[in-house]
């Protein structure tokens, strides 16, 4: 579009520290799993509450390794929301398990104790609740209706870095939770993520899982004097991430109480800017948590124009806005996948989208963004 410069959706916040950092971790010449991604692992995993952090490849490939850890096989059911993307249900496919969809809420677009019950069966082993879009979802509840039911629970908190649930970071007495650094993401490695867990059994187990089921790292056997003779103790994978990666993440660490903070404070002017308007809801905070607002989605309630003509009409003004949050249900990869009825997640997915939200974003972008909405509603 000649002339018209595009707001984007999200920019990653990338800095001369980030290109610097990474550029020292290959003058060093260790360029694979090694110090900094340990560095990386101890530090991620202090600020989000959780005992130890193991780093890997992507959420998707951590949320692989979770469902291992917790032994979920073929024939197992894993409930998970189809309100999510792909990879949380994909994930659960890679076991050669089931997934069997629950609704959300509509003020969250999360799972809750209700909406897994609805679909719990003798076969259910596992539940992956998301902290979808940056929104937790309420741990105390699900954590103790999965404890009671005897299954697991696995966080995937691919969005979740900064929220906080009842006062504490999310991920924050997580069994375990997968998290991402892919750029879409609040902070970034390019690719990238970590399992966090408390139970120390658990981070071995997953650090083995992660490369190949050795008994050693490759980087403590490199660095060990002594020659070690390492054991493949399980069939595994290699899902490792690089110290260039963890180089650059040790940075972005260091942002994210700023890009949050950021990201509220341009969260609460939409939602003024918003507020006289008929017909769109924002996302807002749950009772017992704060959101990092890493998705900035509207429902429509009544608009007068539809959710695909609003991105239309958006796009056509510079504007970068995205559908909602996608339905893996309805993706041809689920198709004849039976499911229970999922009237709230297909009313979010059809009736809301994502404005632009990123530390770059100005109020004249707000103004603009909300301003194209105000002309739409009065049509
Ligand atoms: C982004 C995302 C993932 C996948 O993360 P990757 O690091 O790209 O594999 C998984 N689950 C949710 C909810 C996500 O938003």
Partial sequence: ????????????QLGEEEAQAAAEAIRSGWVAQGPRVARFETEFAAVVGAGHGVAVSSCTTGLHLALVLLDIKPGDEVIVPSLSFIATANAVRYVGATPVFADVELATGNVTVETIDAVRTDRTRAVIAVHQGGVPFDTAALRKATDGWGIGLVEDAACAAG??????????????AAWSFHPRKLITTGEGGMVTVDDPAFATRLKR???????????????????VLEAYLETAYNYRMTDIQAAVGLVQLGRLPGLVAQRRELAARYQELLADIDGLVPVRDPAYGQTNYQSFWVLLDGFRVSR??????????????????????????????????????????????????HHQLTEENQNHIVGVLRELASR
């Fill in 1 to 12: 579009m000649a002339g018209v410069q595009v707001i984007p959706v999200m920019i990653p």
């Fill in 163 to 176: 929220s906080t649930v009842y006062g504490a970071p999310a991920g924050t007495g997580a069994k375990v």
């Fill in 209 to 227: 899982l992660r490369e190949h089921g050795m008994n050693v790292s490759a980087a403590d056997r490199h660095a060990s004097k002594q020659p």
């Fill in 308 to 357: 695909d003509e609003v991105l239309t009409e958006l796009a056509a003004r510079g504007v970068s806005a995205r559908r909602g949050i996608m339905a893996a249900h309805l993706e041809p990869a689920y198709e004849g996948v039976t499911t229970a009825p999922l009237p709230v997640t297909e009313r979010i997915t059809r009736e809301s989208l994502i404005l632009p939200l």
